[in-house]
């Protein structure tokens, strides 16, 4: 009978993970949430059952340690399996918003032991775990923790999440976290003579001295890639700006010229020297230069186009640019030039490894729905296996996830298709 009271208790202490549970959603938007609430609560409480029926029975076969250690792995793996499946964030960025919920849990634990301890220091380890009042003052503890960190989940963390997307970083970064907490889990003082809580504060501030190096870091590195786009932009904008000076000196000459070829026109057509006036026409023409395209009532957007046109031009490429965007917001100009830039770069450097002579590249842009804004670039490739730059894939990809779209990027029967869709 003792067994199973004991397991029961064990099994109820399990309940502490719920206000870890809705920390976890602190850092996450609503739109990426896939479920309805009703739903997810319903998935939730089916979880939670399953789980405490599988501890109980741990709990009541398994030597105590042991099954600590099972129902821990347990609880780990079916709430994070659910949590993903849930939230279309990267895998690895929710890992760390969950390791970093166990942190909150295990510090909990750690504050409200001790505090245990010190009111009742005879207290054994095992009676002070299954007492009730640490179960409710640790539940109690956890609300606190959760409206405590709201805020910085909410604006800090959530930020970090969405909008900082370095991979190799966020596949390491949950280390930190991971060893915080098996670090709290071996300094609990399961001997209550030697208490370390002179260090307990020192841990605290170690743990949130770490969380905002790591945030400010984070900032400062997209901060500067924002300030590189801005850049490139500028300087695509800055060649545009020679080009239409360029133009408006030549068109200065051409128009202190014009009389004179009128009158070497008239003269020919008078004449009736049609074969040399076809000439000096056609000598005529090749003298002029093209004016840069207004495709867009942004001047950055056009400096890109115009830049990539260009280049099709040096390399004999034909270009058809269809670009039906008005009104594009601010926020998202640098945005859609490196989206641009990117897609139009993978296209034409598909097309140099081409010896074909009808190269082409066709550019249709335009909205799809009042907040929806398609692109798709066509243009010829020739082995299907060849694959672009993965630094223009993960730009394309990053600035479509910012704006809650998808891209898609294939070679099949000979074309190459790039799409792209984003909400504005």
């Known amino acids: 009978m003792n067994g199973i009271y004991d397991a029961v208790c064990s099994t109820r202490n399990t309940l502490v993970i719920l206000p870890l549970f809705l920390l976890c959603f602190l850092p996450i938007r609503r739109e990426d949430i896939k479920a309805s609430l009703p739903r997810l609560l319903w998935k939730t409480g089916i979880s939670l059952v399953f789980a405490e029926m599988l501890t109980f029975f741990a709990y009541l076969f398994l030597p105590a340690d042991a099954a ?75 609300l606190a923790e959760l409206l405590l960190l709201y805020h910085p989940f909410k604006k800090y963390l959530g930020w970090l999440v969405h909008y900082y997307d370095d991979e190799p970083v966020w596949k390491r970064i949950w280390l930190f976290p991971c060893c915080f907490t098996c670090l709290i889990v071996f300094f609990i003082p399961y001997n209550s003579s030697f208490m370390y809580a002179a260090f307990l504060p020192v841990l605290l501030a170690l743990i949130i001295f770490t969380y905002i190096l790591f945030y400010i870091i984070a900032y400062h590195i997209e901060e500067n890639r924002e300030f590189l786009k801005k850049t490139a932009v500028l300087r695509l904008e800055a060649e545009q700006y020679q080009r239409l000076l360029l133009h408006v000196r030549k068109t200065r000459r051409l128009r202190h010229d014009f009389y004179h070829h009128l ?162």
């Open 68 to 142: 600590a250690l099972l129902v821990m792995l347990l609880f780990m793996i079916v709430f994070f399996w659910l949590y993903q499946r849930e939230i279309s964030v990267k895998r690895w960025h929710l890992w760390f918003i969950f390791c970093t919920a166990c942190l909150a849990g295990s510090l909990s634990f750690l504050f409200t032991y001790v505090i245990r301890i010190f009111l009742y220091p005879e207290a054994k380890v095992s009676s002070v775990i299954m007492d009730t009042g640490f179960l409710l003052f640790q539940l109690a503890f956890e």
């Open 263 to 424: 009158t070497v026109i008239s003269d020919m057509a008078k004449n009736g020297e049609y074969q040399r006036l076809e000439e000096y026409l056609g000598k005529y023409s090749s003298s002029l230069t093209d004016m840069p395209a207004q495709y867009s009532d942004s001047p950055a957007v056009n400096a890109v186009l115009n830049h990539y046109c260009m280049i099709c031009s040096e390399e004999n490429i034909h270009a058809h640019i269809s670009f039906c965007l008005k009104d594009i917001p601010s926020h998202m100009e640098t945005d859609i030039c490196m989206l641009l830039g990117s897609l139009l770069e993978n296209a034409v450097e598909g097309l140099r490894k081409l010896s074909a002579d009808d190269k082409y590249i066709s550019l249709k842009a335009g909205q799809t729905a009042p907040h929806m804004a398609a692109i798709l670039i066509l243009s010829p490739c020739g082995d299907s296996s060849e694959k672009p730059d993965e630094g223009s894939l993960e730009s394309v990809r990053r600035i479509s996830a910012r704006y809650n779209g998808f891209s898609e990027i294939s070679c099949r029967d000979g074309i190459f298709e790039e799409k792209v869709l984003l909400t504005i």
